[in-house]
């Protein structure tokens, strides 16, 4: 998808403002010198942006690197930030930029990292089992979705963005990201409880 | 092509970032089919089941990393490559404007003093001087002074040819100012006639 396909730097503008972005007012202080706005930035949106991370690299330890790459790229980009788009949805950007670059270098250690995981799991409780196939049927059904689809019902309900923001991150136009977001939640229903309908 | 129910599930889990015609459609479409408010309370559950999928993995130390970020990235507030350079280049790019005029008001060339000639056909293109005897003005000493003479003027015809030697390559008609040795052959008719000629062009 094209949305990962940009690094940070070349960023162009995006085609929706965000009216009253929160965290403009510190992108403004770190661009007139103020460091100390940055970390206030990172504060901020830390742990939202370790989960986005997540759901691409599966190990913890590699996620937080990632994220901290994430933020260094932020920090040498944010001075030229033009506010065409939220902070929150560029610093996502580089999030997902910084993670599928990771997968990309270490696709073959992460499906072997999978693989061991899988065989020394230990065996959960009966009532975590249950609780656990429902929650692992539906990440089973969420990884099977189309890229742009799962991109954006992850940004959605996973981060709570607006559809305004998921348009900005999934390059496409507000109504698309809606529509898409309709045929996501239709899959997965037609994928957990075997409805057919879903084109 | 379009279904009509499209904008369901965005119309369950974020009415207020509809529009209000998209509002409206989908509660007209709700209104008169049952079967479309079953999928409305389907897709309610499963994006309430959605989120409230705990979060993969364990959360890191958030202080740690923290620290990590700003130990990577220093104390120094990058600047973007171009911001140092605009901000002195609005009085550089004026002070060099304001030299570069002055410099041409002190070495401006004077007005030329031979004229050049044009044809027509050469509109447009740059004015090439003409030839030497081709010249339609030249200056002579005359009467202790230099005067400009048009080449062209019958009066000039005046002048007896016979004085000024035109088998020594002078333009006919002339007086020449480098050498005036001409004047002493001057007979009082001759005289007469070129201070009437002098005359007439002070005049």
């Known amino acids: ?199 | 092509m379009r279904r009509d129910d499209e904008l369901l599930a965005a119309y369950v889990d974020g009415v207020s970032e509809l529009t209000a015609d998209e509002r409206r459609h989908v509660e007209e479409l709700l209104a008169r089919d049952p079967a479309l408010r079953t999928d409305e309370a389907q897709t309610r559950t499963l994006i309430d089941q959605l989120r409230s999928l705990p979060p993969e993995g364990t959360e890191p130390d958030w202080t740690a990393m923290e620290r990590a970020i700003a130990g990577e990235v220093g104390d120094k507030v990058p600047r973007p490559w171009w911001r140092p350079s605009w901000r002195w280049l609005v009085p550089a790019s004026a002070l060099a404007l304001a030299a570069a005029v002055f410099a041409l008001w002190i070495h401006a060339p004077a007005p030329a003093t031979t004229p050049v000639v044009a044809t027509p056909s050469d509109a447009g293109a740059a004015p090439i001087a003409p030839p030497e005897d081709e010249l339609a003005t030249m200056p002579l000493w005359l009467d202790g002074e230099e005067v400009e003479i048009d080449l062209a003027a019958d009066e000039l015809l005046e002048v007896d040819r016979a004085l000024l030697g035109e088998d020594d390559g002078l333009t006919p008609g002339l007086l020449p100012v480098d050498n005036l040795a001409w004047i002493d052959e001057l007979d009082v008719d001759d005289i007469e006639v070129a201070e009437a000629w002098l005359g007439r062009k002070k005049g």
């Open chain 1, 1 to 199: 998808m094209d949305v990962f396909a940009a690094s940070p730097s070349i960023l162009e503008p995006l085609a929706h403002v965000t009216a009253a972005d929160p965290d403009l007012e510190l992108a403004e202080r770190f661009r007139e010198g103020d460091r100390a706005a940055f970390d206030q930035l990172v504060r901020r949106h830390q742990k939202p942006l370790w989960r986005l991370v997540r759901r691409y690299v599966k190990r913890d330890a590699d996620a937080a690197d990632v994220t901290q790459q994430a933020f260094v790229r932020a920090f040498k980009a944010l001075a030229t930030f033009r506010g065409a788009a939220s902070v929150r949805s560029w610093l996502y950007r580089i999030a997902i930029n910084c993670a599928l670059s990771w997968l990309r270098d270490h696709r073959r250690e992460e499906a072997s990292e999978i693989a061991d995981d899988a065989l020394t799991a230990t065996n959960p409780a009966p009532a975590q089992l249950i609780a656990g196939e429902d929650t692992a049927a539906l990440r089973a059904a969420i990884a099977q979705l189309p890229p742009k689809q799962k991109l954006v019902l992850e940004l959605r309900v996973f981060d709570d963005l607006s559809f305004k923001e998921v348009a900005e991150l999934a390059e496409c136009t507000e109504n698309t990201a809606k529509v898409n977001f309709h045929y996501a939640v239709k899959k997965l229903r037609e994928l957990l409880v075997g409805d057919h309908d879903a084109p």
